[in-house]
DNA sequence: AACAGGACTGCAAACGTTTGAAATTTTTAG
DNA sequence: CTAAAAATTTCAAACGTTTGCAGTCCTGTT
């Protein structure tokens, strides 16, 4: 209920003008030591608390940054938030935070209103929606407003100032390659949704690597399910009956891997005995899970620290609009699950 | 680069004032209809966006609301988020989020920043190193002021609007208790910090159900720990050295409890059959660890959820200030780790 | 005694929008 | 054709802060 007290308030209780007590405040040179104490004293008492909205308005700088993500419960996606939020932080930005469930239209709206909200750029990792609807209207919006827009794990190629992001390619690639040389021959993979990029990628890797090796590609090994633990249940089962069983299970990610993996022992098959497993994103789990999951980790946090490091650059080199692309190293963590 | 379009803007191109403009784009009625199709469509072209910014500052609202929080990488506290997002987004309201990582000085200052930024509510985890100071004064600000302060899982007697916890006595109660009834006698527990409110009420739920089954309390089977994996390791090591070995160990969230079971497999006993375990916080880990790991689920995503309505509750009674106190059910999810 | 200079303070505009009241234009009725 | 009514538009203030410039007052110098 307590009105806010404003600057106006203190000049008038002290019978001087708004742009003394804001002087005084400040620490302007040009102020009487006496007339500064007083004022930052009574302040201080009354709880004087500067108005940042007013500030925005005038600089047209809100100190704050929109971070839209699809999804932020969940390890890696918060990860990359804490790390943005790190680096950011001690800059006086604040983070607004907008979450899109992966649908365009949530995503478009977060944009405008971000816009709306004058941040001073825009941290986004582009919903499944998005990349299926092929709208990109929204994020040119941004670009032409000359705020930085960088990508963040799930990138679009166009409009950025910046996108840090890893190379899922390489992580499969070394992934599959593992089990290659492990000895397996009939590596099957649960991959993820068509047409989504990340799943894309992996699934080319893992194509490339049996290329490579003059492994055979079989269809039949190749499943997709959508990311969940439950999505491998079934597809696992499939694979299990196939008359020339798989020896090895590639998995788009962790909970798909730990899936089929379920699914094995169920059958009182034996991991990695009998069939090996490997998984994607090294989720705080995998460590733990006996046996322990072989998995490719990406670096969430560093993904944040380094896209908010290139928003920082952004606001410094006033002109020259660069465009910073980073291609983060995965790392093929290796564990029980294929030795 | 691009200026943003401005209301002003379009009316000297229009050779109107800027009320018209304005009224137009709000379908004020008393606006011709020419007019306002006209200047619709023009703004739309030139792509303008009303500055919220602005509008904050003159009605005093700003259409957001901090959230701190002790850490968001982490199952939990990621689903009170997402809980309160899923809630206040459709209700236009944008998220501030600010990560304290347990430090008294940060949550101070985030909450400065806050009221500064003029967030029109307060959601609040408070830190560790906050009780520990028994600094409260930056919270008084917020109830001063008149705005919604709600508590998400941590919680402060004192200044809130509501606040929304979970049982940890009762959870850590339930938990015991099953322990006891599957037949263990000697129940160690893997405590977490001293002083700190939800390590101290697990403990006191332990302590209490042990004295309700009349169960000696033996010191030397309650050991401290700090919630991660590594700091179960030593703890459960000695508790195994020790003459007489426990048959069951309660960790005070799975983190620990996973760190326990690693040690014990890894000396060739078995889980459940030499010792049980049961763990808090049913993360998505328990599940699939082998063997799954009993554990007492708390509803992250139903904290925050409630809490958000919490809030907007407060936004609509202007006048009385009721406090709500929530406290939801934690929920004991028994699994292979303690049959 | 006059004046330069320094020390301090106040004025007014600006940021972008909304809104009650006043002013203008258009329409209607007589 | 005029006056009143209705329709439409503009004015001006407000939100809270900062800042260049102008103003005031005092001190010391010649």
Redesign the pocket.
């Known amino acids: 209920m307590n009105k806010?007290v404003?600057?106006?308030d203190i000049a008038k209780k002290f019978k001087?003008?708004?742009?003394?007590v804001?002087?005084a405040?400040?620490n302007h040179p040009?102020?009487?030591?006496d007339?500064r104490r007083n004022l930052q004293e009574y302040a201080q008492k009354v709880g004087y608390q500067?108005?940042q909205v007013?500030?925005s308005?005038?600089n047209?700088k809100s100190a704050n940054v929109g971070v839209i993500v699809p999804t932020i419960n969940n390890y890696y996606e918060s990860a990359i938030i804490e790390g943005i939020d790190a680096v950011l932080q001690n800059m006086g930005y604040t983070l607004n935070i907008c979450v899109t469930n992966e649908q365009y239209l949530l995503e478009a709206e977060y944009v405008e209103k971000l816009l709306s909200n004058r941040v001073e750029g825009i941290f986004l990792s582009v919903s499944q929606e998005t990349y299926d609807s092929g709208h990109y209207e929204h994020l040119e919006q941004v670009v032409k407003r000359g705020l930085p827009l960088i990508y963040i794990d799930r990138e679009y190629e166009g409009f950025a100032t910046g996108s840090v992001t890893i190379d899922d390619y390489d992580g499969a690639f070394a992934a599959v390659e593992h089990l290659i040389q492990t000895g397996r021959k009939r590596i099957a993979h649960l991959r993820g949704p068509n047409g989504m990029a990340l799943a894309e990628q992996r699934f080319r890797g893992y194509i490339e690597c049996l290329k490579k090796h003059n492994l055979d590609i079989d269809e039949s090994l190749i499943i997709t399910t959508n990311f969940k633990v439950e999505s491998a249940i079934e597809p696992t089962q499939s694979l299990l009956d196939l008359p020339e069983a798989p020896d090895a299970i590639f998995g788009v990610n962790d909970q798909v891997a730990i899936g089929a993996m379920k699914v094995i022992r169920s059958r009182g098959l034996k991991v990695p005995e009998n069939i090996a497993i490997a998984g994607f994103d090294d989720s705080p789990i995998s460590a733990y899970i006996y046996p322990s999951l072989t998995s490719v980790a990406r670096p969430g946090r560093r993904i944040g620290m380094e896209a908010a490091r290139i928003f920082e650059a952004s606001q410094k080199d006033t002109g020259e609009t660069t465009v910073t692309t980073l291609v983060l190293p995965s790392e093929l963590i290796i564990r029980e699950s294929s030795c």
Chains 1, 2 share one sequence.
Do not use: A, F, M, V
């Open positions: 806010p404003t600057i106006k001087c003008s708004p742009s003394t804001s002087r405040l400040n040009s102020i009487n030591e007339t500067r108005n007013s500030l308005l005038l047209k």
